[in-house]
């Protein structure tokens, strides 16, 4: 990691990062399930974090204010850690996040994601990912490529080696998504161990964490293949 990079959240719940449940949306905005259906689930299965990381916009639909309430109601009687967070869409080639400034003071955690093509170039792709994964808000990238197809782009090698680099010098953590599935694994083998790895659910629904939940284990060893380098003490 470089030294840098700005202190990231991820740290905070080091513990959590693969065992918790991560990405998880409401009816606030494309979601099925509410804040209380997902803490009824963890019980359920016995998880102990949820980071509730809410789609945002320049322009809300929604009250976040309320949104992290509702979160705050429900810590009260939740035997472990509920995280007020959010997924913001990088919106251009300068990296800039497409969520009002006025909420990113009240957030626990911020993912920063690529969803639709707002990219026309590879090299635009990469000049955005590389200045939001710099911003001090971000935490972490969610599903990383995952929307390559989509927006129609392929990187050649030197261009995964920016990236890669970029991960490493900013110091996020990187998703590895149960919906759009983990990053190639030429992009996983350019990490350190020492890059952390959240495993992200993207949940729209508690169905969604009853069928992934039990995913995780196969995930992890699938992309530990992809581990080149461990650290050493």
Known sequence: MSH???PRRWSLYREHLQDGLW???TPRTDGHSDVADYVEVAGELDIDFIAFTEHVADTL???????????G????SFDGTL????????????????????I?????FLFCAVHRRFFDTAEEFISGVTAALAR??????????????????????????????????????????????????EFLKRLPAGVPRIVGLDAHSV??????????????TETALHTPHQLTN
């Open 104 to 108: 990113v003071p009240e957030l626990d």
């Open 207 to 220: 169905d969604h964490v009853r069928s992934r939940w039990p995913m995780i284990p196969a995930l992890l």
């Open 83 to 102: 995280l007020v967070g959010a997924e913001a869409r990088i919106a251009d080639p300068g990296g800039r996040l497409a969520i009002p400034d006025s």
């Open 23 to 25: 990405h998880v949306h």
């Open 73 to 76: 109601r429900q810590q009260n």
């Open 136 to 185: 001090p808000e971000v935490d972490a990238w969610a599903h990383p490529l995952g929307c390559l197809d989509r927006c129609g782009l392929v990187l050649d090698e030197t261009q995964l080696d920016r990236l890669a680099a970029a991960v490493i010098d900013s110091g996020v953590a990187i998703e590895l998504n149960l919906q759009y599935g983990p990053p190639p694994g």
């Open 61 to 71: 639909t929604y009250s976040f204010e309320e949104f992290a309430a509702e979160i």
């Open 4 to 6: 840098t990079a700005h």
